[in-house]
């Protein structure tokens, strides 16, 4: 993602934006705590701060959850942004002028062309608004809307409208305002025929969509006139600002709480979703239909640790609930699903019972494991052993995706209890169907990592050779790449150790590469938060010491694989007397480390 930028601009941007103040800027509240600021994490729930913000280094480390690295990483968690739009976001703050071939939209449409579409949707929805809430034709949505219980405050906030059904209403009106045609088509506003451009939407109640950044980029629209042989709902069609499976209807509002919840409650459609949000269930959000798809799980994994599916009680709904959770576990959310009462959807519970029983409801939300359980027990008739089969092989390929082995298997024996059977059994078919399934595995076993000291001494000369210009030419000379096998920082020391040979050293983040995966910038947050040297002679000291531990480490590993290829049977007499030689240089280097001056 970052090839789409430059390092130059990049390093402004960060440069451009300081972290603690970016941090105040997005509602995190810190305190200042000795050399670095403080915090209650945002991206979990805590009652003791563990979110930790260096100034000098520009880096966050929560020691709770894990999370951490620079500003764009942070904005990027705190807002539910990709890369690239974090990158945007920070350079609008600045002030920063991103050259158009250094962003993702040059590959597509252009900016200018994208900021051409959502002008036009935001002026339709602002005409759509007017119509329902001032003309008389909008009577019938406005009597739709009295009947569903959802008055003028809602209607405004949501900026609910009604598109009129003669055909040429919007467009007419879009040429008074001076818009153009061409945006208004591209958009999916309008059709062209033969006979010109005429309105997509007629005679219905318009149902605002918009992205994470509250920008509206289409429409859902619910006919009005039982009668019309029409689909009841239709969506824009997919445009260069619009596109279905990748939105989530109600994110720009609920993300927030999503963040401090790490729960997130998914209903079906749009009007339970207001419905949820307007009852104070903030973390209420939508997929644009039943069918939730792999994008909308991981935009929501970027908010949620935690999944809650609240879809009809028919069985259409129960399908829907179990087949969007197979989704939602792939990304590693963990699931819930909620029992409604029979013939009621979220609007209808809330309206007839209020929100607070609908909290009770999510409070009790099952497993979806024992969620399925207790719909298949009400379907099959668990004394015919056949359907134990089928149970099992209907399990089977969720199960798979729970990574926690623990958690699965709490989930069997529950399943197991509510069904009614033997969970040996269960498990037994379980790995025989994986088995089946399973494809061999031609990845090479991981390497031994470091030991733990041997992994401290490395993390303090990468938190050396970001931060201290002497010390990064010092590494540069002594260090050998072989001395860090097994340290997963490996690839990014000797990118900051190469660049100080070079004579272009800098400083923090600028100094690492800038394609770092997300768990690389979780660990070198890590490094970066750590106490650096009291002052030039302690740096010189202590980049000795660990210099020492390190090549001796790397010693040791040496003879134990030498051992240890020495036992291997049916060695030839060749081999063994190689590998007895190579044991001798070993010691013989072991030695040598042992009388110089730094070893300890």
């Not at 089928?390 to 509510?418: G, H, K, Q």
């Not at 790995?431 to 991981?446: G, M, Y």
């Not at 210099?547 to 020495?566: A, G, N, P, V, W």
């Not at 044991?583 to 070893?599: C, E, H, T, Y």
Request: glycine share 8%.
């Amino acid at each position: 993602m970052n090839d789409f930028f430059g390092k130059e601009i990049l390093d402004r941007v960060r440069m451009a934006n300081d972290l603690v103040e970016v941090v105040q800027w997005l509602g995190v509240p810190l305190k200042r705590a000795g050399a670095s600021h403080k915090a209650l994490c945002p991206f979990h729930k805590e009652k003791t701060p563990s979110f930790h913000v260096n100034l000098r280094t520009q880096s966050f480390k929560c020691f709770g959850c894990g999370q951490g690295g620079d500003v764009f990483k942070f904005l990027m968690l705190r807002e539910g942004l990709d890369f690239s739009a974090a990158v945007r976001r920070l350079a609008e703050r600045a002030g920063i002028a991103l050259p158009e071939n250094a962003t993702p939209g040059a590959r597509g449409p252009t900016r200018e062309r994208r900021e051409r579409l959502y002008d036009a949707l935001a002026k339709a929805r602002d005409w759509y608004h007017l119509l329902l809430m001032r003309d008389r034709r909008a009577e019938t949505a406005r009597r739709y809307l009295r009947e569903r219980e959802f008055g003028g405050a809602i209607a405004k906030e949501y900026r609910l409208g009604f598109s009129p059904a003669g055909g040429d209403g919007l467009v007419a009106w879009a040429k008074t305002q001076g818009i153009e045609l061409a945006a208004l088509e591209e958009a999916g506003l309008a059709l062209r025929s033969r006979s010109g451009l005429s309105d997509r939407f007629r005679g219905r109640l318009m149902i605002p969509i918009s992205d994470d950044f509250g920008r509206v980029v289409g429409f859902t629209a619910r006919l009005l006139d039982p009668g019309a042989k029409e689909a009841k709902y239709i969506n824009s069609p997919e445009t260069p600002v619009f596109h279905k499976g990748r939105l989530l209807f109600g994110l720009d509002r609920a993300k927030r709480v999503l963040q401090e919840r790490r729960t997130a409650l998914l209903c079906e459609g749009q009007l339970d979703c207001i419905r949820c949000q307007s009852a104070g269930l903030g973390w209420a959000v939508a997929p644009q239909g039943t069918a939730l798809t792999e994008d909308q799980a991981r935009i929501l994994r970027r908010y949620a640790d935690e999944a809650v599916l609240c879809f009809d009680a028919d069985s259409a709904g129960q399908e829907a609930t179990w087949r969007n959770a197979g989704v939602l576990l792939a990304t590693g959310l963990s699931v819930k699903a909620v029992t409604l009462p029979a013939g009621e959807d979220p609007d209808s519970l809330i309206r007839k019972r209020g929100g607070a029983t609908m909290e009770k409801l999510l409070a009790a939300a099952a497993d979806v494991f024992e969620h399925r359980a207790l719909a298949l027990r009400e379907k099959l008739d668990m004394r015919v052993p056949r359907n134990h089969q089928r149970v099992v092989e209907d399990f089977t390929p969720l199960l798979a995706l729970v990574e926690s082995e623990p958690a699965r298997l709490r989930a069997v024996a529950n399943v197991c209890e509510i069904l009614g059977i033997p969970t040996e059994a269960f498990l037994a078919e379980y790995a025989r169907l994986r088995r089946r399934t399973a494809r061999p595995s031609a990845a090479p076993a991981a390497e031994a990592p470091l030991s733990p000291e041997a992994f401290r001494c490395a993390d303090y000369l990468l938190r050396i050779a970001l931060t201290e210009a002497p010390g990064a030419r010092m590494l540069a000379a002594h260090l050998r790449p072989e001395w860090l096998e097994g340290y997963p920082l490996a690839a990014v020391l000797a990118h900051v150790l190469s660049a100080a040979k070079k004579g272009e050293w800098q400083e923090g983040w600028s100094g690492a590469p800038p394609d770092l995966d997300d768990e690389a910038r979780a660990m070198l947050a890590s490094v970066l938060m750590q106490a650096g040297p009291s002052n030039r002679k302690a740096l010189v000291a202590d980049l000795q010491d660990n210099l020492h531990h390190l090549e001796r480490q790397h010693l040791f590993r040496q003879r134990d694989q030498i051992l240890s290829r020495l036992k291997a049977p049916s060695l030839s007499p060749a081999a063994q007397q190689e590998l007895q030689a190579r044991i001798l240089d070993v010691k013989k280097a072991m030695q040598r480390l042992a009388k110089s001056p730094n070893s300890g």
